[in-house]
């Protein structure tokens, strides 16, 4: 049985969302508990409304609650007993195998790297229209070295391989042109100890271009251009989406043919919605560490909770561990 | 009258576009002459296909071709008389007061910079809901400095204001998160100096994921980030509209759909093609050098000749200079 902590209190559509991805995630797969952290009575209440295996999901009382006008680094030290405090406290412990929760904070802290892990990276997937790839790294820390993206490539390389299971996952890192002078000077740096790496199938540079033609399984990059990645195709795919909806509802043909379509254009969203994907995993940490969008709904929740479970199973930290301690012996 | 020189014989469907994309401007606008520079008797050929006024188009001879396997700045310091050099030659003597061409050397080289630009940058406009925005930085110099960014945001809001009209462009700079706290080195370096800049209307912060909803007018970022978020936009533009017709065309009611969803549908993707809105402005030179994509069509082609008409008529070569100049007296 796999462990999952769910912070039940943070995001926007908390708890009701948050409680719903639970129930969903044990209904879907019998080897998953929850823990739920947060006011028991609020989420005891709204658990009433739902259908599942009691004994796989628990409620553990969290009373503090950490307002969105706090500061989360300053609010976590003082507020010891709200949920995102003892929900890491549980995967700290070992009581949970991993957690779920909307904040980024705390991961390291709380949790703790793995030796030799230099900087955690989140690493989000994203929708290609061959499936997925591993955007790494979309962090709150920017301005990492090379060393840092070597250890991000093969983390990916790793989780893309175990969790996702592809067999070779490709590896590539973002650059403006696949000529061996293009570049910055980071990308330069990284380019010939990529090169190096036995563990890992790289193939050289990848155009932004190319990300959503999954040209790649493993799209390494310094966070803020991860972060820039993420959100341009966000923005670019719900823009064009409305656009195109504006379009077909602006003349009485398109609306007849928006109502043919529909079911067809449904599945291209869908595929290009990335709460279908669960949320981002920060890796190089001891336990899994999951980090929901601010607008998860019980989809990325569940989605969320279901990934933590391979993870879990598939014994990715220990995998990690092993990769970059014989990265050290080298 | 503005005499705009075109490279007739550079990019993936020279010289047949380039030569038709110069006759539809010509057509268009009368106060446009065009001097299509490259092999006379294949564009002299080419010309007999079409009709317009003969007295504003002019060929002049560039006898040598640059192939695609030398290297740029190699290939004009030998080639004296190839289309990208004759061409760039009559912008600096001021016999054309513009230069269409798809390569993007020799801009800096040749035509010269204005005093006090401390990096030329190439500015293209990108789609979005609300019409185009002017995304500067794109160009081949990564690992910009603080001081070019601010260059970049003033030279862009002459850009927006006198070339495509807009009263007071808001200037923002790509970050990753509206937080004061977050960005990048460089990034939190250059918002106290675009906070105090008086001839510009700066918003502050704008997340990727804001761009494609027009959230700002002139986009302010160093080259490598400006490149992914060019690219991704394109990419993720046309892997969705390919999902989207892929899924329409796999059921009959989707087929159905699609027929009468057609004219609605190609509007969207004609505002979102890039091809619409001209080529690249390389910025901060003597006289104006536009960037063609290598796969242009006579539509881009003639819409970056329009774009130069503009530029020369409104003078913004001698506003930059005014601003730059003035900046340094400051």
Redesign the interface.
């Known amino acids: 049985m796999i462990r999952v902590a769910v912070d039940a209190m943070g995001g926007d559509y908390a708890p009701d969302e948050m409680i719903r991805g639970a129930v969903e995630a044990v209904n879907r797969n019998d080897n998953i508990a929850v823990l739920l952290v947060g006011q028991e009575q609020i989420i005891r209440q709204k658990l009433t409304e739902y259908t599942y295996p009691a004994d796989r999901i628990q409620i553990v009382n969290a009373t503090e609650v950490i307002s969105n006008d706090e500061v989360p680094t300053l609010a976590i030290r003082r507020k010891k007993d709200s949920s995102i405090v003892v929900g890491m406290n549980l995967v700290k412990s070992g009581e949970a195998d991993a957690i779920v929760r909307e904040e980024l904070v705390g991961g390291q802290a709380i949790v703790g790297r793995l030796p030799g892990i230099k900087r955690p990276p989140l690493a989000p997937l994203v929708p290609?229209?061959e499936g997925v790839s591993l955007l790494i790294d979309c962090g709150a820390n920017?301005?990492a070295r090379a060393e840092h993206l070597v250890q991000f490539a093969r983390m990916g390389s790793i989780y893309m391989r175990d969790v996702m299971g592809i067999e070779k996952p490709r590896v590539a890192l973002?650059n403006?042109g696949a000529e061996e002078e293009k570049?910055?000077?980071l990308?330069k740096e990284t380019m010939p100890l990529l090169k190096e790496c036995e563990d890992i199938y790289f193939i050289g540079s990848i155009?932004?271009?190319?990300?959503?033609?999954g040209k790649a399984d493993v799209i390494v990059c310094e966070?803020?251009?991860g972060?820039?990645?993420?959100?341009?195709?966000?923005?670019?795919?719900?823009?064009?989406?409305?656009?195109?909806k504006k379009?077909?509802l602006?003349?009485t043909?398109?609306k007849?043919?928006?109502?043919?379509?529909?079911?067809?254009?449904k599945?291209?969203v869908r595929?290009?919605d990335s709460s279908e994907y669960g949320g981002a995993p920060l890796l190089g940490l001891h336990r899994l560490v999951v980090k929901a969008h601010g607008s998860s709904n019980h989809k990325e929740v569940c989605n969320a909770i279901l990934q933590c479970e391979t993870f879990a199973r598939q014994q990715i930290s220990e995998k990690i561990k092993t990769c970059i301690q014989a990265e050290g012996k080298e």
């Open positions: 290609t229209v920017v301005d973002v403006i570049g910055n000077a990308v155009e932004a271009r190319d990300i959503p033609y966070a803020f251009v972060n820039v990645i993420l959100k341009l195709y966000e923005g670019v795919g719900s823009a064009l989406i409305q656009e195109i379009a077909m602006s003349s043909r398109g007849m043919g928006a109502l043919l379509a529909k079911p067809s254009l599945n291209v595929k290009f």
